[in-house]
């Protein structure tokens, strides 16, 4: 199997991160099994610095602080541009996930906030 080198992961992490900024910011929408959204997170602007070594850091993340509410079983990074349209899928979870959350389920109303999030284009 081939071995992408430092420059080729960058450019693919890049590629990635960037169809979430699209001019404008991006979302990071919890949703239960169905797709339907538990609660909605607004990138910045630009959403992900560059990527360094493959991984790219987002930037500041808006929490939703009035959350739908229902039961966590994915989080999805949408495009700001072209309807909305779904980037990439990460798997959630109390332990062992993508997204490691405290709680499963969201109840109507509540503020649900991200520390930190990263993307990154393995060698192989």
């Not at 960058?10 to 609660?39: K, Q």
């Not at 360094?52 to 500041?60: D, F, I, L, R, Y």
């Not at 072209?82 to 997204?99: H, L």
């Amino acid at each position: 199997m081939p071995v992408l080198e430092t420059l080729t992961r960058n450019a693919a992490c890049n590629a990635v991160v960037d169809l979430i900024d699209g001019g404008s910011p991006g979302t990071l929408v919890f949703e239960t099994s169905g797709d339907v959204a538990v609660a909605t997170l607004t990138f910045s602007a630009t959403a992900f610095g560059s990527a360094t070594g493959g991984v790219a850091t987002a930037n500041s993340i808006t929490s939703d602080t009035n959350a739908t509410g229902g039961t966590i079983a994915q989080a999805s990074f949408y495009a700001a541009t072209g309807g909305g349209t779904k980037i990439m899928e990460a798997t959630a979870a109390t332990s062992g996930g993508e997204f490691t959350m405290s709680s499963m389920t969201v109840g109507s109303g509540d503020t649900v906030s991200v520390s930190s999030v990263t993307v990154t284009q393995p060698a192989s």
